[in-house]
T-cell receptor, first 112, second 116 residues
Framework: SQQGEEDPQALSIQEGENATMNCSYK?????LQWYRQNSGRGLVHLIL?????REKHSGRLRVTLDTSKKSSSLLITASRAADTASYFC????????????FGAGTRLAVHP | DAGVIQSPRHEVTEMGQEVTLRCKPI?????LFWYRQTMMRGLELLIY????????DSGMPEDRFSAKMPNASFSTLKIQPSEPRDSAVYFC??????????????FGDGTRLSIL
């Protein structure tokens, strides 16, 4: 399946440190999305990167995409306790519509 | 801007009962998705509607599950009869556009369902 697989499964860091999460997928894609989920809440879209983009920034977030390696990474710089959440990459499934396949996510804990 | 609204937020019921989950998508969005999230299976897509028409229901686990979208502003997911293994958090999401995978999905805060 096209499910994104995040790595690591869990990450624990101190405030101010950077957090890097990785995602691998299996088939060719034309874009990839990243989402965040706070405890007890729905997923929130963070960023979409297209296949012709190698890097994209949004505030403290930096996403990279390497289509040759079928991998993506999400970097959160200068992390804050409020960044504590689960992070999911979502490559699209084949089928021609907006069907996203979510992996198990990376659980990030940022300690004050 | 109102986001995706789901109700109820929590539901506890006994097995065998009918459960109805409700979703109001963001106005103007014409794609709607129902997901189920559990610790064991993660986030699973159950069904996808486009312009109120079910397009892909391959994720619906069995005939006990049904979903409808009578108009652009309302959808329901029904489980009848419910079983303990249906306990999960059910999310509704909507997105603009009718096709292509380049649209962000906007999620509601989910319904936490417990079947005793």
């Amino acid at each position: 399946s096209q499910q994104g697989e995040e790595d690591p499964q869990a990450l624990s860091i101190q405030e101010g440190e950077n957090a890097t999460m990785n995602c691998s997928y299996k088939t060719s894609i034309n874009n990839l999305q990243w989402y965040r989920q706070n405890s007890g809440r729905g997923l929130v879209h963070l960023i979409l990167i297209r296949s012709n983009e190698r890097e994209k920034h949004s505030g403290r977030l930096r996403v990279t995409l390497d289509t040759s390696k079928k991998s993506s990474s999400l970097l959160i710089t200068a992390s804050r306790a409020a960044d504590t959440a689960s992070y999911f990459c979502a490559p699209p499934a084949s089928g021609g519509y907006n069907k996203l396949i979510f992996g198990a996510g990376t659980r990030l804990a940022v300690h004050p | 801007d109102a986001g995706v609204i789901q109700s109820p937020r929590h539901e506890v019921t006994e097995m065998g009962q009918e459960v109805t989950l409700r979703c109001k998508p963001i106005s103007g969005h014409n794609s709607l998705f129902w997901y189920r999230q559990t610790m064991m299976r993660g986030l699973e897509l159950l069904i996808y509607f486009n312009n109120n028409v079910p397009i892909d229901d391959s994720g619906m686990p069995e005939d006990r599950f049904s979903a409808k979208m009578p108009n652009a502003s309302f959808s329901t997911l029904k489980i009848q009869p419910s079983e303990p293994r249906d306990s999960a958090v059910y999310f509704c999401a909507s997105s603009p556009g009718g096709g292509g995978s380049n649209q962000p999905q906007h999620f509601g805060d989910g319904t936490r369902l417990s079947i005793l």
